[in-house]
């Protein structure tokens, strides 16, 4: 028996049904992708790309990493940015955080939790930046919680400071970068309205 041999199956059954209703759908996506959607999410497994956006195969480009992070060193993420933006040209970069975000959780302790600290840190650095307004809070919950909205802020500040965001918005590429959250506890999504469409609506100091 092949190892894992459920996920095969499930597999199957799941080709099968798409087939069903459209035959040549594989066949049409075999030639061309033409996403729309540039998706920036966390690996947390609750949180998958085109089940909560109700998306087929085709529809949404992704990358998932701890805490959905943009952090301008990080060559995987950039590259799948770059192919995103000036070969499929996708017209919506949505950067999506989910309420009890483990990544941001382990960034808000005092613990050691080994290399992952390198990753996390970049959340600490947000949560000092607005600190006065999160040790306001009550809870440990609603800290998180505004810690998950905040870093998604950044996040989508950090997509529009690259030069491949300004160089598509110079050369009047339609492209707006989003910023939503995900509740894992009811499975419904909220727009953080921080939408940002062009050059202007961008700090000065990271204009290029
Ligand atoms: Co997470």
Known sequence: MRVLGTLF???????????????????KLSKQQSPEYLWVGCSDSRVPANEIVNLLPGDIFVHRNI??????TDMNCLSVLQYAV????????????????????????NREHGLIDNWLRHIKDTYHKHQGRIDALQTEKEKINLMCELNVVEQVANICHTTIVQNAWKSNQELTVHG??????DG????LNVCIKNLDEISRIHRI
Do not use: R
């Open 188 to 191: 419904i999504l909220q727009d």
């Open 86 to 109: 000036e070969v499929l040209k996708v017209k919506h970069i949505i950067v999506c955080g989910h309420y009890g975000c483990g990544g941001i959780k382990a960034a808000m302790d």
């Open 180 to 185: 939503w959250i995900y509740g894992i506890e």
């Open 67 to 72: 805490a959905n992070l943009v952090i301008h």
């Open 9 to 27: 199956e499930n597999n199957k059954k799941w080709a099968n049904k798409i087939k069903e209703s459209d035959p040549d759908f594989f066949t």
